[in-house]
């Protein structure tokens, strides 16, 4: 079966640092688009970064300069690296992946997420 685990969040002050990883099992995550989510109590879920197989980043506006979307295909892994973390930050953050290469927006599998808290 297709399982997506997030690791890494934690609580945070602000200005500071969080690597997300995202270990994939039962698809291949170098064929097809992956991405972070992220979802905050009663806001919608929104996406955060995103990278395709053939490498194409894209970021929210609200992070872009100070995350990072990165993967390893070797270790069937995704990353996001959050730098200058803001209070506004804080939220679940939801690994996910496309059945395709070339979708912006997967959200065809999910992890679990894990909390991100950001103090100011």
């Known amino acids: 079966q297709v399982q997506l685990v997030e690791s890494g969040g934690g609580l945070v002050q602000a200005g500071g640092s969080l690597r997300l990883s995202c270990v994939v099992s039962?698809?291949?995550?170098?064929?097809?688009?992956m991405g972070w989510y992220r979802q905050a109590p009663g806001k919608q879920r929104e996406l955060v970064a995103v990278i395709t197989s053939g490498g194409t980043r894209n970021y929210a506006d609200s992070v872009k300069g100070r995350f990072t979307i990165s993967k390893d295909n070797a270790k069937n892994t995704v990353y996001l690296e959050m730098n200058s973390l803001k209070p506004e930050d804080t939220a679940v953050y939801s690994c996910a992946a496309d059945r395709s290469g070339f979708n912006l927006t997967p959200s065809d599998y999910w992890g679990q997420g894990t909390q991100v808290t950001v103090s100011s």
């Open positions: 039962g698809i291949t995550i170098g064929i097809r688009t």
